[in-house]
């Protein structure tokens, strides 16, 4: 595939580098809290509100690491931000960042097109309207996000409906071609556009839909699915521009099949929340060779169609 020349998102955030999950829960668990007063007793505790009020009052650059130890204030368990940045970190960053950023752009030019023109599954009679372009959060190590909480880069990437933003640890493509297997540009490319995938679900209402009888963990590999679909239904229309060739494809489809629940070692077929690989190969393959995404609509074909 060729990137040279093309459009890079502005819609894309760096958070820099050497940020890491810190106290991840918010500090101190109550209960663990109470078990140390309860071990130093009533005279410890009065020499510790002594210390600690000539530490508070004398010493106030130390006020912020005792409200994060505490678990109030600051947010509540936020992970700090790191230092520099992460694009700039080492040659490989900074290409993964201005790749991601083609990658960004490219879906943003494709679900403009797709929403402008209404092809698109419908549900619950909603009426997408315009399509609203996600960010991209770059970080190292763990982040926070603004409304999912904090994560740590073994999460993988993600996007998070309540921020509408996607995180990318960039080592994750390193990741994807040493240990999953998985190289190739286009590759990685699958990876954001299956995120992206899902920004499209939360814009049009598919990921408030649950099939009657089904579990949390089916219903997920629908989810999961379908933004395969979606990420192949980008391929395909971005494949003129992007010069996307079948080797390509196949590095895509190597990906899928990498990630797939039984490809990772899950045995039970029930306790699968991705899907496996055979069917996240089909999904995307799906959208690739078909452009459209109404053809994408897991939710309204039976279990075994899947």
């Avoid at 926070?144 to 909480?149: K, L, M």
């Avoid at 990685?188 to 556009?193: E, L, P, R």
């Avoid at 089916?218 to 990420?231: G, H, K, P, W, Y």
Wanted: aromatic letters at 8%; one cysteine or more.
């Amino acid at each position: 595939m060729r990137t040279d020349g093309q459009r890079r998102s502005d819609n894309f955030e760096d958070r820099g580098r050497g940020s890491g999950g810190g106290m991840g829960g918010g500090g101190l668990p109550g209960g663990v809290l109470f078990a140390i007063l309860r071990r130093i007793g009533f005279r410890g505790i009065l020499i510790v509100g002594v210390l600690g009020a000539i530490v508070w009052f004398g010493f106030p650059q130390f006020r912020a690491p005792i409200l994060q130890l505490l678990g109030i204030g600051g947010g509540g368990g936020e992970v700090a931000q790191g230092e520099g940045t992460v694009c700039d970190s080492s040659t490989g960053a900074t290409q993964a960042c201005d790749f991601s950023r083609v990658i960004l752009g490219s879906t943003e030019d494709v679900w403009g097109q797709q929403f402008q023109q209404g092809r698109l599954p419908r549900y619950n009679n909603q009426q997408p309207g315009a399509y609203q372009n996600p960010t991209l959060v770059v970080y190292s190590g763990g982040v926070a996000t603004e409304g999912c909480g904090s994560a740590s880069s073994d999460v993988g990437p993600f996007y998070c409906p309540g921020d509408r933003k996607l995180y990318v640890d960039p080592s994750f493509y390193e990741v994807m071609e040493s240990r999953l297997r998985a190289p190739g540009d286009f590759a990685q490319a699958y990876v954001i556009a299956h995120e992206v995938g899902h920004h499209v679900q939360n814009l049009i209402g598919a990921t408030q839909v649950q099939v009657q009888g089904e579990s949390q963990n089916q219903t997920s590999v629908r989810v999961e699915l379908q933004a395969d679909c979606f990420a192949g239904v980008w391929g395909h229309t971005a494949r003129a521009t992007l010069a996307i060739d079948d080797a390509d494809l196949r590095e895509a489809l190597n990906a899928a099949h990498a990630i797939g629940d039984d490809a990772l070692g899950h045995q039970n077929e029930s306790q699968f929340t991705h899907g496996s690989s055979a069917q996240r190969m089909a999904w995307f393959r799906r959208g690739f060779d078909s452009g459209d995404a109404r053809q994408c609509d897991t939710f309204n074909v039976s279990a075994s169609q899947l």
